[in-house]
């Protein structure tokens, strides 16, 4: 089953800074425990990322930040 967890642990989001904690969707995490793959998203600005893991070690990957000018750009030609 699906659930969200609210961690606190990890690096703070790439986009807006926030660092308060994350939103992670997992199926199998617990507080302390997170799986490659799981979804995190930042509640502040709502950007996303994924959690990987290495060596027993969980993180997060967030998604590229694009500079203004290169939204802007695709924005106009879409």
């Known amino acids: 089953m699906r659930k969200v967890l609210r961690i606190t642990w990890l690096d703070a989001c790439a986009k807006c800074g926030f660092s308060?904690?994350?939103d992670v969707t997992t199926e199998?995490?617990?507080g302390c425990y997170l799986w490659n793959g799981?979804?995190?998203e930042c509640p502040n600005c709502h950007h996303t990322g994924e959690i990987e893991c290495e060596?027993?070690?969980a993180f997060v990957n967030w998604e590229e930040v694009?500079?203004?000018s290169v939204v802007q750009t695709l924005k106009e030609v879409s």
């Open 20 to 22: 308060d904690y994350a």
């Open 28 to 30: 199998h995490g617990i």
């Open 38 to 40: 799981d979804k995190v």
């Open 55 to 57: 060596d027993g070690t």
């Open 66 to 68: 694009l500079p203004e």
